[in-house]
């Protein structure tokens, strides 16, 4: 008896914490949760019927004693009713999901476009339509994507390398990002909140630190976090390196934010790649926003991986004009990026 009650009390609990699953932080994901009700009824039906037909089979065909039980192979009636009901449930759960699929797949005229690029192990953020963007340093600190609440995000996803999964836990939401095939969506967040989010595809050595985190703020925050993000060089100013540079790259990250150079002369930069198994490579641009767009570049190395080192001898900036520049890995954007100064 004591047996049975632990065999119903856990029945119940499954199915009240069944119901207890987050709702979503977006509207897309309240209707990914709404959907989860209704799929969790029909497996309620489908596993009563399946354990009456149990109970009933051993109630009906009990025999006490050690003979062959007969053997019975089916007939047609049974098979038609066992594909029916199957068809039945289908045919029943179909137009819910497809609902739910074209609710969570409608693109809403966004406020906010987000370019995000994810790359071996680190997140970059480009809002398009503010000229800002966000980036975090692998295994030092986690992008920060902030959004505003209820209003429309469309997010392009693409990988610079191998495939990642972009998965937001509270958004019930997940893409992966596909090497040369970019993904576009659309969510809405409505709830005010800080959400850690993460890579859901196994992407190397540091997958479980490719870490991000989603924060969705009140309009008026939104609005003066854009004013505090500038399109312009990164590092500052700093004084002139002579004619030899060298750079390090580790943990996908510059040993410096900022080069100089004298104005008219030529230099030779080593790179010294630390980065095992990494591709990265060195480039100048006249502008940040040049860097981001890839074109217009004054200088640029090929990509190769590490640990290795090269040198490379650098002429094309002799007729620059003094002022700020902008450098750059190609492979990793704006997360290895700095000031290039011509005094």
Not at 227 to 250: E, H, W, Y
Not at 274 to 281: C, P
Request: charged share 15%; aromatic share 12%.
């Amino acid at each position: 008896m004591r047996t049975r009650w632990r065999l119903l009390a856990a029945v119940a609990c499954g199915l009240l914490l069944g119901g207890c699953a987050q709702q979503g932080a977006t509207s897309q994901g309240q209707d990914i949760h709404q959907l989860y009700y209704v799929i969790l009824l029909l497996a309620a039906i489908v596993f009563l019927l399946v354990e009456s037909l149990l109970v009933w089979s051993i109630v009906r065909f009990r025999k006490r004693d050690d003979s062959p039980a007969p053997q019975n192979f089916g007939s047609n009636r049974a098979l038609l009713g066992f594909f029916g009901f199957g068809i039945v449930v289908v045919a029943i759960l179909f137009p819910f999901g497809e609902k739910t699929l074209r609710d969570v797949e409608h693109q809403e005229p966004p406020l906010v476009s987000i370019r995000i690029e994810a790359f071996q192990w680190e997140w970059t953020a480009y809002y398009l339509n503010e000229g800002v963007f966000s980036t975090g340093k692998t295994l030092k600190r986690p992008m920060v994507m902030e959004l505003p609440v209820d209003e429309p995000a469309h997010i392009t996803l693409v990988s610079r390398d191998v495939m990642h999964g972009f998965f937001i836990p509270a958004f019930l939401f997940e893409r992966n990002a596909i090497p040369g095939h970019p993904t576009t969506f659309t969510f809405t967040p409505n709830k005010l909140g800080t959400y850690p989010a993460q890579c859901a595809e196994f992407c190397g050595l540091w997958h479980s630190r490719m870490t991000f985190i989603v924060k969705v703020v009140a309009q008026t925050d939104y609005a003066a976090w854009v004013k505090n993000q500038t399109l312009k060089a990164i590092g500052g100013t700093c004084p002139p390196d002579g004619s030899s540079i060298r750079l390090v790259a580790k943990n996908t990250s510059w040993n410096t934010n900022c080069l100089g150079v004298h104005q008219g002369a030529t230099f030779q930069v080593t790179i010294d790649n630390q980065d095992q198994g990494v591709d990265h490579n060195f480039a100048i641009y006249p502008s940040l926003a040049d860097g981001i767009s890839g074109k217009h570049e004054l200088f640029e190395t090929g990509k190769f991986a590490g640990i290795s080192t090269r040198s490379f001898h650098v002429t094309a900036t002799r007729g620059l004009k003094p002022g700020h520049y902008y450098f750059q890995c190609n492979v990793h954007g704006v997360a290895m990026a700095g000031a290039f100064v011509v005094k």
